[in-house]
Every structure is written in structure tokens, then in C-alpha cells.
């Protein structure tokens, strides 16, 4: 990756003695769901704000648990691991949400014909990441479809895609600006289920969030971090060819072309904005009901695997006061 040059930069930028330093760990490899992130540091926008700002590389560990152990600033997280960890009781607030629609599906060859609706999917075999929330979720789109939830999982991880185009197994999820956009460059006949339509309630995703105290003990900081961050989503959101550049130059990328298409994809797709909704708003709605199906389906646990009692309120797990929109 790439990511120092530009964090030099924005130091540059700006009176070594006025910037102050933050960092934000990410929840994977650079991808576009990082893409206003990139361009805000690329524009100098945390740079003019008087941050300098580093984004740390994914690691083994965890942005969530980097988070909450207050060894980072910020942290972009999934919805999941946001979830859990705050479930978990971690002291971390969220304030941000990338992707207004869900990016997730389930995924097939479409040259099986033993697969044409979520039922089918009973005895089949899926390749899986290893989380409570992958069967949790085929459980419900199988049994709203009619089924019996019983089919067989082998854990491969980023594995799962060769072995679903090789036929070695026979559905997986992906990321439709991803992975998905990746099975197009390579040619795959692939066909797919929409979770909502099968009963799992949609989220949002990509959480960014920081530590709560950091809410009340350094609220400019955040205020200025995250509107600099706005800006740099909602810029990508107006111009995705030229911020897709942006990223490109800015990462590793052994394929521009997954960039270029990620972001067309995110376009069409209304992932940032419909238009009308301000990029990154959280939806308390979403939020709730997301997070009730989580503690219901019995996904979110304790540090002994107990399952958690759905605490009947989570209003308190986000905080946009910081918008000025």
C-alpha cells in the first residue's frame, strides 16, 4: 500500500506545530468503501482542518478491538464487528455509515440448475468465512423461503471464490462492489439472492466510529475529522471516475479495472447517496433493526459465548451531532 506518501503529504500541507495527528485503522485491505477517506487526505481537506492524519493499514488485529483499546483514533468497521463489539460493551460510539443500501448476496453458479430459489439450498454446500452471522443469515433467507435450514459449510475465507467458480462448492456471499465486480473482469456466470428478499432485514455499512470519550473530551477533533471525511465521500459520490483515480494512485491495486468498476458500481447503485440522503447519515431505524435481529438470531454473544438480551434500546450506540447538515 501506499498510504504513508499521503499522510506525508497532508503534514506538509499544513504548519508542522498547528496539525494534530489522528488515526483511523481500517476494517480490510483498501477498497472503495475507504474512498472518501483517500480523497480527502489526496485533496488536502484534513490537511486545512489541521489534521494530520494517518490511515493505518489493515492488520490481524481488528479495527473494532484497535478501537476500543484506544490504540487508534477512529476506526472504519463493519457493521458486524461494530455491532458486536458494542453489544460486547466496548466504549466506542459510532458516526458515520458508508454504504446506504446493503452491497452483500448470496451467490451461485448460475449453470446449477439444482439452485433457483433460497430452498434449494438445503443439503447443498457453502463455503463460508466462519462468522455466527453467515448462518444466521442463509438460515433465515432458506426457512422464509420454505426450506430446512440444513446444508453442509467448509470455511475457506477469500477462498470461497475459486472454489464456487471451480464447482467445488456450491454457493457464497460477496460484496456486490467487489467481489462481485470481480467475477465480472473474470468472465463468471454467477447468479444471486438478495438477502432483504428473503426475510434479513437490511443494513447499513461501514461504520465509522471512535472511542465515546474521545466524544466528550475532544469534540472540534472529531467534529473536524469527520467533516473533512464528509467532504470526502460526498465529493467521490459526485465525480466516482475521478475519485476511483484517486485510489488507484493512492494503493496497491494489481487491477484498476476492479477499482473503476467497484465505483461504477457504487454509482448505479446508489451506494453512497440516492440524491436525497445525505451521504454518511445513519438511519436509527436501520440501526435498531438490524441490530435486533443480531441479538435474536443469537449472533451477538458474550466473552463466554452467551448469547445477549436484546437491551430494548441501542439509541446511544451512534452520534452524528457533529453534522452540520
Excluded at 41 to 65: F, M, N
Aim: glycine share 10%.
Amino acid at each position: 500500500m501506499k498510504l504513508a506518501p499521503l499522510g506525508l503529504a497532508a503534514c506538509l500541507a499544513a504548519p508542522m506545530a498547528m496539525a494534530e495527528e489522528v488515526s483511523i485503522a481500517l476494517d480490510w485491505t483498501l477498497n472503495t468503501n475507504h474512498i472518501g477517506l483517500v480523497v480527502a487526505q489526496e485533496k488536502g481537506w484534513y490537511a486545512d482542518a489541521g489534521l494530520e492524519v494517518e490511515i493505518l493499514p489493515y492488520s490481524d488485529s481488528a479495527s473494532t478491538a484497535l478501537l476500543a483499546a484506544g490504540a487508534v483514533d477512529f476506526a472504519y468497521m463493519t457493521a458486524l464487528g461494530f455491532m458486536s463489539a458494542k453489544a460486547g460493551g466496548a466504549p466506542i460510539t459510532a458516526l458515520w455509515v458508508t454504504m446506504q443500501r446493503e452491497a452483500g448476496r448470496l451467490v451461485y453458479n448460475s449453470d446449477n440448475a439444482g439452485i433457483t430459489r433460497p430452498a434449494d439450498l438445503e443439503g447443498k454446500t457453502y463455503a463460508g468465512f466462519g462468522s455466527a452471522w453467515e448462518d444466521a443469515l442463509i438460515s433465515t433467507m432458506i426457512e422464509n423461503d420454505g426450506g430446512t435450514a440444513e446444508y453442509d459449510t467448509v470455511t475457506l475465507g477469500t477462498g470461497a471464490y475459486e472454489a464456487l467458480a471451480s464447482g467445488a462448492v456450491d454457493f457464497t456471499l460477496e460484496v456486490a462492489t467487489w467481489e462481485g465486480v470481480n467475477s465480472e473482469l473474470l468472465g463468471r456466470d454467477q447468479s444471486h439472492f438478495v438477502y432483504n428478499d428473503y426475510g434479513v432485514p437490511e443494513p447499513q455499512g461501514g461504520y465509522i466510529g471512535t472511542q465515546t470519550e474521545t466524544l466528550a473530551t475532544a469534540p472540534d477533533t472529531v467534529a473536524a475529522f469527520m467533516e473533512a471525511t464528509r467532504k470526502g465521500y460526498a465529493w467521490a459520490a459526485e465525480h466516482p471516475a475521478e475519485a476511483a483515480e484517486i485510489l488507484i494512485a493512492a494503493g496497491d491495486f494489481p487491477n484498476g479495472d476492479l477499482v473503476r468498476g467497484s465505483m461504477r458500481v457504487i454509482d448505479e447503485g446508489h451506494y453512497l447517496t440516492d440524491g436525497t440522503t445525505p451521504v454518511g447519515l445513519i438511519d436509527p431505524e436501520r440501526l435498531t433493526t438490524m441490530a435486533k435481529f443480531l441479538y435474536d438470531s443469537g449472533v451477538l454473544r458474550d466473552s463466554d459465548g452467551t448469547p445477549l438480551a436484546w437491551p430494548g434500546d441501542v439509541s446511544d450506540w451512534f452520534d452524528q451531532t457533529w453534522r452540520a447538515d
